[in-house]
């Protein structure tokens, strides 16, 4: 089948190709180049992390969201931190650790609008980590900034040692459990051996995730959030993720003038401005929905006052990605382990680095976004799709943790309302704010930096095509069979596309 994958690695986006040729759909594609990502990225992501995806089929006017977030242990509560001597949520160890979404994520995602089983789809992931991957140098610098606190792991020494680029990293116990999820599909990840050996991890280290917690963890479909900008339809993916707050800052980017959205210190300024209005919102009533319904109408209507909250944690490695195919379908998908190598803890035998994305969990018993048993955090992921009068037409996001509704939103502003080409577009240089509201962080190559770094702003200046701004991508569909994508130039990625 003809079809375009885009993704933050070449490996990735080849082995999406590669199932689209055998016959495979964009989802099969967007499984397939995720699974890869999980081994050959592994200081971004993991199977054992979390996934959240907008899926648009053929011939439907909306697309379906897939949730895979998973829950914190059935014993986590805000007394058990602290019993254990902590003031606020740790940022690695077991104490962060939540039930990985990313495997039930991709049985929903191929059973409800895949051509092919995991077994296949899963196929390139297993020989990557079988036979070995090539060490990026963005994986090995990262090897060696982590080493002091990720090598206390006797796991992480063996597995994950700091290594030179080019070298080439095998994880042999990591491919035989995606064989496994390919025969046994993704419940018996959870409910068997796997799932009884990430929970032992976790106890042995004094967390709380347990096997019943990982046997009874479900992700789900939900009801994409929709707002208009311009003519198009905007679609996020509502609480836990931080979806709101795009849709906030797009909805007051939209009251600007034209003039006003050139990049350049004018727009830097409405950023931060725009920035320092939403997140607010996002801090005070953004949780899991099951626990508190976070009301649209702040992040909407920009005449609404913010109150004041405890800003979240920044950090976050992700992994952003996008396919189509000729026959109309189109999906976004991003999937992390939260921090660079998430809590650190490998699960022994298994090859599976697991997530910290309880570091989001409050301890303040009056925050909205408390720790409670069983419960999912604020989610800073989030992928987007645009549609217009009924039909898919841009798939885009970014990877950069508490960044990316800001990161986003610039990509889409470059797409829409700058009118560039979707490689243009993510490669275009960007800016952000830190998580509490400053530094203002400015690539060097950003019209007016230099003026802005002589302001009366708070400015941290950065080389041109810095990780610090995430890696963002996108495909804008043109017609039947007809696209066009982008991949950023931040990351290893490439735009693939296949022949018949």
């Known amino acids: 089948m003809r079809g375009v994958v885009a993704t933050p690695h070449r490996q990735a986006s080849e082995a999406g190709v590669e199932v689209l040729r055998d016959g495979g759909n964009a989802f099969d594609a967007i499984v397939a180049a995720n699974a890869v990502l999980c081994v050959v990225y592994p200081h971004m992501t993991s199977i054992g992390g979390d996934l959240f995806a907008l899926c648009w089929a053929a011939g439907e006017r909306e697309p379906i969201g897939i949730a895979g977030a998973g829950r914190s242990g059935s014993g986590a509560t805000i007394d058990a931190v602290r019993e254990r001597g902590h003031e606020r949520m740790p940022e690695r160890g077991a104490l962060a650790v939540t039930v990985p979404g990313t495997v039930q994520a991709w049985g929903r995602i191929l059973d409800r609008f895949g051509r092919m089983g995991l077994g296949r789809v899963l196929e390139p992931a297993v020989s990557a980590a079988r036979d070995g991957f090539v060490i990026t140098p963005g994986l090995a610098a990262s090897l060696i900034e982590t080493a002091e606190w990720r090598l206390r792991e006797s796991e992480q020494q063996r597995l994950y040692p700091p290594l030179q680029a080019g070298m080439l990293l095998r994880n042999p116990d990591l491919a035989a459990v995606l064989a496994e999820i390919g025969r046994a599909g993704w419940l018996g990840f959870y409910r068997g051996d796997v799932g009884a050996a990430i929970a032992a991890a976790v106890q042995k280290r004094d967390g709380f995730v347990t096997h019943e917690d990982m046997a009874s963890h479900r992700g789900a479909e939900v009801e994409p959030l929709r707002m208009r900008y311009r003519d198009l339809d ?106 660079e190598f998430g809590s650190g803890v490998i699960a022994e035998g298994t090859g599976i680095n697991l997530q910290n994305r309880g570091c989001y969990f409050s301890l303040d018993p009056a925050h909205v976004n408390r720790l409670e048993p069983r419960k999912r955090t604020m989610h800073t992921l989030i992928p987007a799709l645009a549609g217009r009068e009924g039909r898919p037409w841009a798939a885009f996001g970014s990877m950069g943790g508490d960044g990316q509704p800001q990161l986003q939103s610039q990509v889409l502003l470059q797409l829409v309302d700058h009118g560039l080409d979707p490689a243009d577009a993510v490669a275009a240089p960007r800016l952000r704010v830190a998580a509490g509201g400053a530094p203002l962080i400015v690539e060097a190559s950003y019209p007016g930096a230099g003026e802005l770094a002589r302001s009366e702003l708070e400015v941290k200046l950065m080389p041109s095509s810095s990780l610090t701004l995430g890696h963002a991508h996108a495909i804008v569909v043109d017609g039947p069979g007809r696209w066009r994508g982008g991949a950023d130039p931040r990351s290893d990625g490439a735009v693939l596309e296949s022949a018949h």
């Open 234 to 339: 905007i679609y996020e993916l509502p609480p836990p993720t931080q979806g709101l707050a795009a849709m906030g800052m797009l909805a007051r980017f939209q009251q600007l003038r034209p003039d006003q959205l050139t990049p350049g210190p004018g727009f830097a300024r409405e950023l931060l401005r725009i920035r320092n209005e939403v997140y607010p919102l996002r801090d005070a009533y953004v949780t899991d929905p099951d626990f508190f319904e976070a009301p649209l109408d702040p992040f909407l209507q920009p005449v609404v006052e913010a109150t004041e909250a405890a800003p979240v944690p920044d950090g976050g490695d992700t992994v952003y990605l996008c396919a189509a195919d000729e026959e109309g379908n189109l999906v976004s998908l991003i999937q992390s382990v939260a921090y």
